[in-house]
């Protein structure tokens, strides 16, 4: 994600917040829809329900500011102290719902810079969607009142690979490990060849799964009311940058 407030701190002001959406390679308009007030950002997170993001505006500036952090190395390892610790015994506040891939290679609280309590955080290869994923989610949104989700896609996908060459007239695969490749067939684009496939496959597959969760009649009733946004984003591996996608 573009910023301007790299190794300023953890609260992007308005304005500076207004110059990433507009200039930083991707529009909120696909994620944060139209409707959304434009509020001031929420206090970084600290262990308490009252230092968080209440927005998804003030929550997705915050991931923007922690991945900024991390991909110049200036990581503060937030939300790991023992005060932290001993507040979340008594309840949990996390201010963004992240649906990534289980790449072992993005873990979504270091890839944002947050620590412990900040992000519910739900894994499936290629980000793909079941009852269990979906339930996570909806867990996150409604019972936790989160205000963001990210489908979180990234470069050089196993899964989605696995998906292109499945397409491409490859072997079975082998137990439930089909089913991935079957959901994820849908984003290919057969127009396209070799790395082109795979990489405009990656990025297809992110918006069509952010697409199916703003479907969700619970979820689509709080993005309508501004309440909740849904952000497809992708990572990149080369450069450790998240970009939002349009």
């Not at 991707?26 to 001031?40: C, E, I, K, N, T």
């Not at 009252?50 to 503060?76: D, F, M």
């Not at 060849?193 to 069509?208: E, F, H, K, Q, S």
Request: charged residues 20%; hydrophobic residues 45%.
């Amino acid at each position: 994600m573009r910023t301007d407030d790299e190794g300023q701190g953890r609260r992007p002001g308005r304005r500076r917040l207004a110059r990433i959406v507009l200039t930083g390679a991707a529009a909120v308009g696909a994620g944060l829809v139209a409707g959304v007030p434009r509020l001031p950002p929420a206090a970084p997170p600290g262990g308490g329900a009252g230092s968080r993001p209440t927005t998804p505006e003030s929550a997705l500036g915050e991931l923007v500011a922690g991945n900024g952090r991390w991909r110049t190395y200036h990581e503060l390892h937030p939300d790991q102290t023992r005060t932290v610790r001993r507040t979340l015994v008594a309840g949990q506040h996390p201010f963004a719902v992240v649906l990534g891939c289980v790449d072992s290679r993005v873990p979504p609280e270091l890839v944002f810079d947050q620590g412990l309590g900040d992000l519910l955080t739900v894994r499936s290869a290629g980000e793909v969607l079941d009852e269990a994923v979906l339930g996570s989610i909806a867990y996150g949104v409604l019972e936790l009142r989160i205000p963001l989700v990210v489908v979180l896609g990234h470069q050089s996908c196993g899964a989605v690979a696995a998906a292109v060459r499945a397409a491409e007239g490859g072997p079975r695969l082998p137990a439930h490990m089909q089913y991935l490749v079957d959901q994820i067939r849908p984003a290919i684009d057969r127009t396209l060849r070799g790395a082109a496939r795979v990489d405009a496959a990656i990025t297809a597959n992110v918006r069509l799964v952010g697409a199916r969760l703003r479907a969700e009649p619970e979820l689509a009733a709080k993005v309508a009311a501004g309440s909740l946004a849904v952000v497809g984003a992708r990572y990149e591996l080369t450069s450790q940058r998240v970009r939002l996608l349009r």
